[in-house]
């Protein structure tokens, strides 16, 4: 175990604590007598095993005494304890609050692993954290008191005590109790290796069971063989069905040649037509082509007499235009003399302007006086609203407040309520039992009755000769019989079986047993109802005494843990009430100011406007709206003087841009006008030139045509057909014949040159495809073949690794069956835990002749298990006959060899206040081998009162007032 933190409120001397260990290395903790030094190992102990140091020491004891104490709130003392035990952390937490009346004190507990900084809940519950951090520690607390923590008056205690305590403790040291475990341990792979070697020789078995690789082989070569065979007939017959499927591939071909040659033969008939059509085609276009120039005249002179009809369209319009042009300009210029002045309609602006600027600063101003009215009657309104909140938590909390201090008066009550519906529990669950236990016996005796009655049956002189025997077994030949007062002269015979007599007397005595049982069983049940009546009366008359007290049922909470949450929640309900009632207060006064500054100021500044309003026998909201209204009355009379003054200057703008415009328009018309005059006439030029040469040039194409034999109808037709593309198809067409022909002959002279070597009637396909199955079923074959011969050789390779892997196995076991022996021998804890001791005291003897300059050396007794002290004389003592000093040292020295011995779990230790009986050198040697640890991995704490002492030590932790430090 290894401190990390310890945290510490109101417990023993120690009125606050927060303590952060260090890692390794020594450090004393100092301070006056009282100041609280022992309370910290105190804490530590009573934060793991949750009992006192000192077991004299009350639970009510170990809270401060100077803790605070009051029915409200009862002292409480609190412990927080981070320690780590084989690389897991662990956090304890432990609280004992003091009850309100007596001395007893209540104690909690839980225990937490923590895991990446998150504490994690094991274990809650006093037992239940006791159980789970012994466990984990591996130590009782004795042995932890006598090795880890030794506190005052308990450094010396392993030395002084008896063998029998002795052996206990190192027995808790050494863990023996694994003994048995490590036994059962290899047992079980005993087990494991003897199931493994048996699985092994299975697996062999079966693998020498298969076919072997040398039966194998003798078929995979005989299927060899045949595919040699199959792949010969299967090339000769390739070499035939080759030949075959070329004879028929020419014939095909043949056949198709001679009728492309037929196709392309009548084509021919049909193209040579169509290429006479193309020449004449051909011939039109040519002249077409010469004569373009006619069809382009033409066009031309169909757009000139367009254009001509277009422009006179047009002079008609430009004509009409300027007509328009000159009547709307001179009705511009007369409108433009009737337009007024607009300096009337300005002065009357001006005079409505000034009007709206005084009305909206009356407006304005009383605007602003009316809020500032209205607000104050807002804050009013708040004012109460907030005052009767206030009113309304003032009635909430009272109530709230009696029930709390009822429950307080009345929590000795409540705590007995609780305490006897516990026993109340505990008799409910005790009478279960009782049933139970008593249903199991009553039904075991049906079973023995049962029996007894079938062994009558069988035998019903049974019960005469079984107490006949008992009877018989205590008397002698010649003694007087207790029944009939005769001698005895001798002993009666019976004919039933003695395994018959025996078994009804294991059954008569059973009987007994079970009829006891169910009348005990009935003793308790009677004994359980009674208390259960007697509790059930008292908690009905404790409710009864609640409800005169309180008004309020018991049964509201399930446990006195519930009510006192529920009675915290109340108070923090109270204190939540309470601060909002403040809080209402406060503002209510803020509120209250605030109101006095808005009327203040409304007098002020706003007065005198307010009270000419009120004068006038008016509202100020009623003035407001009137004020708007003539407001709104002057901007629409200002907005239509402005519309017409806008309006009349626009007008006048506009007509003076109008009569500018059309004049300007009326120039450029006049002037298009007769620019199109002049292009009418230079188009009729034009065009009587255009009709003269075209009548030319017509003549000339029909002297032509006749030339070619061609009528004008058909070259109107010619000219616009596509030709047929027949002259050239033509020579294409005779190219492919001739070609056809050619390659015709040369097949017929190939066909005639392919080898026959087929017998008539054979199907060579056939034969091939059946040759060709017949070899894939060869190769299927031989690959199977192949594979089981892999598989034959793999499992023969199998036996063999799985052989050596056997011979392996049975020497494991042979070394398991072995080490089963030994450890489960009974001297077998013995001899391991004399060796490990023996270590330990040698160790130990090292330290001890470090601190004492060699003076003295320690040895152990397996036999009688006590050391023994020797000195450099040679002399032997037992450590009883040492003296306080010497006892010290020793037992320091056998402390420090177990902690350096199991670093691994005993990784700190704690001495308090050992060192009184050490001389002024043992004292200086002792601090001399102590600051040797600064080093090591175990931590050393060493509690001292002596100055003189802790001065070697750089770290130090001064203790005063219950409140430690480091310094």
């Given at each position: 175990?290894?401190?990390?933190?310890?945290?510490?409120?109101?417990?023993?001397?120690?009125r606050?604590?927060?303590?952060?260990?260090?890692e390794?290395?020594?450090?004393?903790?100092?301070?006056?007598?009282?100041?609280?030094?022992?309370?910290?190992?105190?804490?530590?102990?009573?934060?793991?095993?949750?009992?006192?140091?000192?077991?004299?020491?009350?639970?009510?004891?170990?809270?401060?005494?100077?803790?605070?104490?009051?029915?409200?709130r009862?002292?409480?003392?609190?412990?927080?304890?981070?320690?780590?035990?084989?690389?897991?952390?662990?956090?304890?937490?432990?609280?004992?609050?003091?009850?309100?009346?007596?001395?007893?004190?209540?104690?909690?507990?839980?225990?937490?692993?923590?895991?990446?900084?998150?504490?994690?809940?094991?274990?809650?519950?006093?037992?239940?954290?006791?159980?789970?951090?012994?466990?984990?520690l591996?130590?009782?607390?004795?042995?932890?008191?006598?090795?880890?923590?030794?506190?005052?008056?308990?450094?010396?205690?392993?030395?002084?005590?008896?063998?029998?305590?002795?052996?206990?403790?190192?027995?808790?040291?050494?863990?023996?109790?694994?003994?048995?475990?490590?036994?059962?341990?290899v047992?079980?792979?005993?087990?494991?290796?003897?199931?493994?070697?048996?699985?092994?020789?299975?697996?062999?078995?079966?693998?020498r069971?298969?076919?072997?690789?040398?039966?194998?082989?003798?078929?995979?070569?005989?299927?060899?063989?045949?595919?040699?065979?199959?792949?010969?007939?299967?090339?000769?017959?390739?070499?035939?069905?080759?030949?075959?499927?070329?004879?028929?591939?020419?014939r095909?071909?043949?056949?198709?040649?001679?009728?492309?040659?037929?196709?392309?033969?009548q084509?021919?008939g049909?193209?040579?037509?169509?290429?006479?059509?193309?020449?004449?085609?051909?011939?039109?276009?040519a002249?077409?082509l010469?004569?373009?120039?006619?069809?382009?005249?033409?066009r031309?002179?169909?757009?000139?007499?367009k254009?001509?009809?277009?422009?006179?369209?047009?002079?008609?319009k430009?004509?009409?235009?300027?007509?328009r042009?000159?009547?709307?300009?001179?009705?511009?210029?007369?409108?433009?003399?009737?337009?007024?002045?607009?300096?009337?309609?300005?002065?009357?602006?001006?005079?409505?302007?000034?009007?709206?600027?005084?009305?909206?600063?009356?407006?304005?101003?009383?605007?602003?006086?009316?809020?500032?009215?209205?607000?104050?009657?807002?804050?009013?309104?708040?004012?109460?609203?907030?005052?009767?909140?206030?009113?309304?938590?003032?009635?909430?909390?009272?109530?709230?407040r009696?029930?709390?201090?009822?429950l307080?008066?009345?929590?000795?009550l409540?705590?007995?309520?609780?305490?006897?519906?516990?026993?109340?529990?505990?008799a409910?669950?005790?009478?279960?039992?009782?049933?139970?236990?008593?249903?199991?016996?009553n039904?075991?005796?049906?079973e023995?009755?049962?029996?007894?009655?079938?062994?009558?049956?069988?035998?019903?002189?049974?019960?005469?000769?079984?107490?006949?025997?008992?009877?018989?077994?205590?008397?002698?030949?010649?003694?007087?019989?207790?029944?009939c007062?005769?001698?005895?002269?001798?002993?009666a015979?019976?004919?039933?079986?003695?395994?018959?007599?025996?078994?009804?007397?294991?059954?008569?005595?059973?009987?007994?047993?079970?009829?006891?049982v169910?009348?005990?069983?009935?003793?308790?049940?009677?004994?359980?109802?009674?208390?259960?009546?007697?509790?059930?009366?008292?908690?009905?008359?404790?409710?009864?005494?609640?409800?005169?007290?309180?008004?309020?049922?018991?049964?509201?909470?399930e446990?006195?843990?519930?009510?006192?949450?529920?009675?915290?929640?109340?108070?923090?309900?109270?204190?939540?009430?309470t601060?909002q009632?403040?809080?209402?207060?406060q503002?209510?006064?803020?509120?209250?100011?605030?109101?006095?500054?808005?009327?203040?100021?409304?007098?002020?500044?706003?007065?005198?406007?307010?009270?000419?309003?009120?004068?006038?026998?008016?509202?100020?909201?009623?003035?407001?709206r009137?004020?708007?209204?003539?407001?709104?009355?002057?901007?629409?009379?200002?907005?239509?003087?402005?519309?017409a003054?806008?309006?009349?200057?626009?007008?006048?703008?506009?007509?003076?841009?109008?009569?500018s415009?059309?004049?300007?328009?009326?120039?450029?018309?006049?002037?298009?006008?007769?620019?199109?005059s002049?292009?009418?006439?230079?188009?009729?030029?034009?065009?009587?030139?255009?009709?003269?040469?075209?009548?030319?040039?017509?003549?000339?194409?029909?002297?032509?045509?006749?030339?070619?034999?061609?009528?004008?109808?058909e070259?109107?037709?010619?000219?616009?057909?596509?030709?047929?593309?027949?002259?050239?198809?033509?020579?294409?067409?005779?190219?492919?014949?001739?070609?056809?022909?050619?390659?015709?002959?040369?097949?017929?002279?190939?066909?005639?040159?392919?080898?026959?070597?087929?017998?008539?009637?054979?199907?060579?396909?056939?034969e091939?495809?059946?040759?060709?199955?017949?070899?894939?079923?060869?190769?299927?074959?031989?690959?199977?073949?192949?594979?089981?011969?892999?598989?034959?050789?793999?499992?023969?390779?199998?036996?063999?690794?799985?052989?050596?892997?056997?011979?392996?196995?049975?020497?494991?076991?042979?070394?398991?069956?072995?080490?089963?022996?030994?450890?489960?021998?009974?001297?077998?804890?013995?001899f391991?835990?004399?060796?490990?001791?023996?270590?330990?005291?040698?160790?130990?003897?090292?330290?001890?002749?470090?601190?004492?300059?060699g003076?003295f050396?320690?040895?152990?007794?397996p036999?009688?298990f006590?050391?023994?002290?020797?000195?450099?004389?040679?002399?032997?003592?037992?450590?009883?006959?040492?003296?306080?000093?010497?006892?010290?040292?020793?037992?320091?020295?056998?402390?420090?060899?177990?902690?350096?011995?199991?670093?691994g779990?005993?990784?700190?230790?704690?001495?308090?206040?050992?060192?009184a009986q050490?001389?002024?050198?043992?004292?200086?040697?002792?601090?001399?081998?102590?600051?040797?640890?600064?080093?090591?991995?175990?931590?050393?704490?060493?509690?001292?009162?002596?100055?003189?002492?802790?001065v070697?030590?750089?770290?130090r932790?001064?203790?005063?007032?219950?409140?430690?430090?480091w310094?």
């Open positions: 175990m290894k401190p990390i933190r310890l945290r510490v409120e109101n417990f023993l001397g120690l606050e604590l927060d303590l952060e260990f260090p390794h290395g020594v450090f004393v903790i100092t301070g006056r007598n009282g100041a609280g030094k022992s309370s910290i190992l105190e804490a530590m102990y009573f934060a793991l095993y949750g009992i006192p140091l000192r077991a004299s020491r009350a639970s009510s004891t170990l809270i401060n005494r100077n803790a605070a104490h009051s029915t409200d009862p002292a409480e003392a609190r412990i927080v304890f981070v320690f780590s035990q084989h690389g897991s952390t662990y956090e304890v937490q432990r609280i004992l609050s003091k009850k309100v009346r007596g001395d007893s004190a209540e104690h909690d507990a839980v225990l937490y692993q923590v895991r990446d900084g998150i504490a994690r809940p094991l274990q809650s519950g006093v037992e239940k954290v006791n159980r789970a951090v012994e466990k984990i591996g130590l009782k607390p004795e042995v932890f008191a006598s090795t880890v923590l030794l506190g005052q008056g308990k450094v010396t205690e392993l030395i002084e005590a008896k063998p029998e305590k002795r052996r206990e403790i190192f027995d808790s040291i050494l863990e023996t109790e694994y003994l048995d475990r490590a036994v059962g341990l047992r079980e792979d005993l087990r494991a290796v003897e199931s493994e070697v048996t699985a092994i020789e299975d697996q062999i078995s079966a693998l069971t298969e076919r072997s690789s040398h039966e194998i082989s003798h078929q995979l070569s005989e299927v060899e063989r045949s595919v040699q065979e199959a792949e010969r007939q299967l090339s000769v017959w390739q070499g035939k069905l080759a030949n075959w499927q070329q004879i028929e591939s020419l095909a071909e043949i056949s198709e040649l001679e009728s492309r040659a037929t196709t392309v033969e084509s021919l049909d193209l040579r037509r169509k290429a006479e059509e193309d020449l004449k085609i051909r011939i039109a276009k002249l077409a010469e004569f373009s120039d006619l069809d382009q005249s033409a031309e002179i169909e757009r000139i007499v254009e001509i009809d277009q422009a006179r369209v047009q002079s008609q430009m004509t009409s235009e300027v007509e042009i000159k009547l709307e300009l001179a009705k511009n210029k007369e409108e433009l003399t009737t337009l007024g002045k607009t300096d009337e309609l300005l002065e009357r602006r001006g005079q409505l302007s000034a009007r709206l600027i005084d009305l909206e600063a009356e407006k304005s101003a009383l605007q602003v006086s009316y809020e500032k009215l209205k607000l104050c009657l807002q804050v009013s309104n708040e004012v109460r609203k907030l005052a009767s909140d206030l009113r309304v938590l003032e009635n909430r909390v009272s109530p709230i009696r029930k709390v201090e009822a307080r008066n009345s929590w000795s409540i705590e007995d309520f609780y305490e006897k519906i516990g026993e109340l529990s505990e409910e669950s005790d009478l279960e039992r009782i049933k139970a236990e008593a249903a199991a016996a039904h075991e005796l049906k023995v009755r049962k029996k007894m009655k079938e062994l009558l049956e069988e035998f019903p002189d049974a019960v005469i000769a079984f107490y006949t025997n008992q009877l018989l077994s205590a008397l002698e030949l010649h003694q007087t019989c207790p029944i007062g005769n001698e005895i002269m001798e002993f015979q019976h004919t039933v079986p003695d395994e018959a007599l025996l078994m009804f007397r294991s059954l008569e005595q059973r009987r007994l047993y079970l009829d006891e169910l009348d005990e069983h009935r003793g308790y049940e009677s004994a359980v109802l009674a208390r259960k009546k007697v509790l059930e009366r008292e908690i009905d008359k404790l409710k009864i005494r609640f409800q005169e007290l309180t008004g309020d049922s018991l049964e509201e909470a446990s006195l843990e519930i009510l006192e949450e529920r009675i915290k929640g109340w108070q923090k309900e109270i204190d939540g009430i601060q009632a403040q809080y209402l207060q503002t209510i006064e803020a509120k209250r100011e605030q109101l006095r500054e808005l009327s203040k100021l409304v007098r002020s500044e706003y007065g005198a406007l307010l009270q000419s309003v009120v004068g006038r026998g008016k509202k100020i909201s009623e003035r407001i009137e004020a708007e209204q003539e407001i709104l009355d002057l901007r629409q009379r200002l907005a239509e003087i402005d519309a003054i806008e309006n009349n200057t626009a007008k006048r703008q506009a007509l003076e841009n109008r009569i415009s059309n004049e300007t328009l009326l120039q450029v018309t006049t002037r298009q006008l007769e620019e199109i002049e292009t009418i006439r230079e188009k009729e030029q034009l065009l009587n030139s255009l009709q003269t040469s075209t009548a030319k040039r017509r003549s000339a194409l029909e002297v032509r045509l006749a030339e070619e034999g061609i009528s004008l109808a070259f109107a037709t010619y000219r616009n057909k596509q030709e047929f593309g027949a002259l050239e198809r033509v020579q294409n067409l005779e190219g492919q014949a001739a070609q056809l022909r050619k390659t015709l002959e040369q097949k017929r002279q190939q066909l005639a040159s392919v080898p026959v070597d087929v017998v008539e009637g054979v199907d060579v396909k056939n091939f495809e059946r040759w060709n199955v017949e070899y894939k079923k060869l190769l299927q074959r031989q690959g199977e073949l192949r594979a089981a011969l892999d598989q034959a050789l793999a499992s023969e390779e199998k036996i063999t690794e799985l052989e050596r892997h056997l011979s392996k196995k049975l020497a494991e076991r042979e070394v398991l069956a072995t080490l089963s022996k030994h450890l489960g021998a009974k001297a077998f804890p013995d391991y835990r004399s060796v490990m001791i023996t270590e330990i005291i040698d160790a130990a003897s090292g330290l001890l002749g470090e601190m004492t300059e003076r050396s320690l040895a152990f007794e036999e009688t006590r050391f023994v002290v020797f000195t450099d004389e040679g002399q032997a003592s037992d450590t009883h006959l040492l003296s306080g000093g010497e006892k010290v040292l020793v037992s320091l020295a056998v402390a420090f060899a177990i902690s350096q011995h199991f670093a779990s005993l990784e700190s230790i704690f001495v308090d206040e050992g060192f050490l001389d002024k050198d043992n004292n200086t040697r002792l601090a001399e081998y102590l600051l040797n640890l600064e080093d090591g991995a175990v931590l050393v704490g060493i509690i001292t009162h002596s100055e003189e002492f802790a070697n030590f750089n770290r932790l001064f203790v005063s007032n219950g409140r430690a430090a310094a």
